[in-house]
């Protein structure tokens, strides 16, 4: 099952909310749902579903709706599958924000080494 973008960003709105208000604290450029799909940069067949950004034009969450949309044709999600993928998406990056917040790193890092071990085995 595909859904729409718009069907998308509704669940995704009403996710929003369900997080705490502190979540929310310096993340001055808010949660965006952006129409395309993002792969690795790296190559291979990883599409990033969400990104954390702290750069020049602040602290935001971006969700790729084209990265879940290739996900859900290739795997045949379920509406409650695309719930459950955007909820993992959208609260793994909120932990990005406030570990960044009391100085951490720890999710960062542990996103690396996998990403790292995933491409040593595809080159194996």
Same mark, same amino acid.
């Given at each position: ?26 993340? $001055?450029?808010?949660?965006s749902?952006?129409?395309? %799909?993002?792969?690795?940069? +790296?190559?291979?067949?990883?599409y ?5 950004? $702290? ?6 969450? $971006? ?35 406030? +570990?960044?917040? %009391?100085?951490?790193?720890?999710? +960062?890092?542990?996103?690396?080494l +996998? ?10």
């Amino acid at each position: 099952m595909i859904l729409s973008f718009d069907e998308v960003g509704d669940l995704l709105d009403q996710m929003a909310e369900e997080f705490p208000e502190e979540f929310y604290r310096d993340l $001055n450029g808010g949660i965006s749902l952006l129409p395309e %799909a993002k792969k690795d940069p +790296e190559g291979g067949d990883i599409y990033i579903m969400g990104e954390y950004c $702290n750069d020049m034009m602040g602290k935001y969450i $971006n969700l790729y709706y084209g990265s879940f949309a290739e996900q859900a044709k290739w795997e045949r999600w379920t509406e409650e599958e695309w719930e459950e993928e955007l909820y993992t998406t959208l609260a793994h990056e909120f932990t990005h924000h406030v +570990e960044g917040l %009391a100085g951490e790193r720890g999710l +960062e890092i542990k996103d690396e080494l +996998e990403m790292e071990q995933y491409r040593q085995e595809r080159r194996s």
